[in-house]
C-alpha cells in the first residue's frame, strides 16, 4: 500500500463510530454532505466516511473517495441480507462478484446487464478480498472473545462462518420471503443481497481502482428481516468489522 488512502466506507452510522476510535492523527474533510475523516489505522493511511444507503449514495461516495481522496483502494462494509442456504445470520460475507439485481433494461439489453458496459457481474479485488476473508475468519474464530458467547447466542449465533461469492445489490430492503425466494431463482449463486455494493463495483471498474465487500449478515431478507436489524448493527455488525479492519491492515503491506 502507498500513502495514498485506504478507503473505508460504511453504510451506517453505528459502524463508523466504531471504527473512529481506531483512527490515530484524525482530521476531517467535508464535501458533498459527507465527512470524510483522514487518518491512519495500524500504521496506514485511512480515510473513513459513512455513504449513506443505496446505491446512489454508494456511488456518489466511492466517486469522491477515488477522485478528490484518490483512495488506492476501497473496501465497503456493512450489513446484509442472506440468500443462499446456509448464509445465516452472524456469518461474514466477502464478495468475489456483484450484481445490480435491479438493473433491467430488456428488451434493449438482457436483464441485469449494465446497459453499454456488457456486463452485469463485476469482480471485487481478488487479492484485497483473499486478505479480508483471511482477517475475517481469524475474527470470528475468536467471536466469543469479541462479542461473548451469550451475547451471541441471545442472537442465535452459535458458529459464524466466513463465505465468498455473489452478493446482490439494489435499491430495496428485502424484507419479505418472497421476494427473497423470487432472487434466489433470478440468482441461484447469490449469497446475499444488500443496497450498495454492486455501485461501488460500477463505480471502481470506471476507475480501475481495487475495491472488496465485507458484510455482516444481519437477517435472512425475510419477513423478520427487520426484527433486531438496529441492536443487531450496534451490537455485532459494527464489532466484527472493526476487529476485521484493524486485523486486515495489521496483517497489510506497505508499499
Ligand atoms: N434501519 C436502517 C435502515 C437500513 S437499510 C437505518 O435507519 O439506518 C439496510 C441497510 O442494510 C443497507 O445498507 C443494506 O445494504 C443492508 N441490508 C441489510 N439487510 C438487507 C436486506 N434484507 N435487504 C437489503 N439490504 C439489506
Known amino acids: 500500500m502507498s500513502e495514498r488512502p485506504v478507503a473505508i466506507v460504511s453504510a451506517m452510522h453505528d459502524e463508523l463510530r ?85 438493473m433491467d433494461a430488456s428488451p434493449l439489453f438482457p436483464r441485469f446487464e449494465v446497459p453499454l458496459t456488457g456486463r452485469s457481474r463485476f469482480d471485487a479485488d481478488a487479492p484485497l478480498a483473499d486478505a479480508l476473508a483471511a482477517a475475517a475468519r481469524r475474527c470470528l474464530d475468536r467471536a466469543d472473545a469479541l462479542i461473548g458467547a451469550p451475547h451471541l447466542l441471545d442472537f442465535g449465533i452459535d458458529g459464524a462462518r466466513v463465505h465468498e461469492g455473489l452478493v446482490i445489490s439494489g435499491d430495496r430492503f428485502v424484507a419479505s420471503a418472497a421476494h427473497s425466494d423470487e432472487l434466489r431463482a433470478l440468482q ?26 465485507l458484510r455482516t449478515v444481519s437477517d435472512r431478507a425475510d419477513d423478520s428481516a427487520h426484527v433486531d436489524f438496529t441492536r443487531f448493527t450496534a451490537e455485532v455488525a459494527s464489532v466484527y468489522t472493526r476487529a476485521i479492519v484493524e486485523d486486515w491492515l495489521a496483517h497489510a503491506v506497505h508499499g
Do not use: N, W, Y
Request: net charge neutral; hydrophobic share 55%; glycine share 10%.
Open 18 to 102: 466504531a471504527l473512529l476510535p481506531a483512527l490515530h492523527d484524525a482530521r476531517t474533510v467535508h464535501l458533498a454532505g459527507r465527512a470524510f475523516h483522514h487518518g491512519r489505522i495500524q500504521g496506514h493511511p485511512v480515510v473513513l466516511v459513512l455513504s449513506g444507503i443505496g446505491k446512489v449514495a454508494a456511488a456518489t461516495t466511492a466517486v469522491l473517495l477515488m477522485h478528490a481522496f484518490d483512495a488506492c483502494q476501497l473496501v465497503f462494509t456493512g450489513v446484509a441480507g442472506g440468500l443462499h442456504r446456509g448464509v445465516r445470520v452472524g456469518d461474514v460475507v466477502v464478495a468475489r462478484q456483484l450484481l445490480q439485481h435491479d
Open 188 to 213: 441461484p449463486d447469490a449469497l446475499a443481497v444488500e443496497m450498495e455494493g454492486a455501485a461501488v463495483a460500477q463505480a471502481c471498474a470506471d476507475f480501475e481502482r481495487p475495491f472488496a465487500v
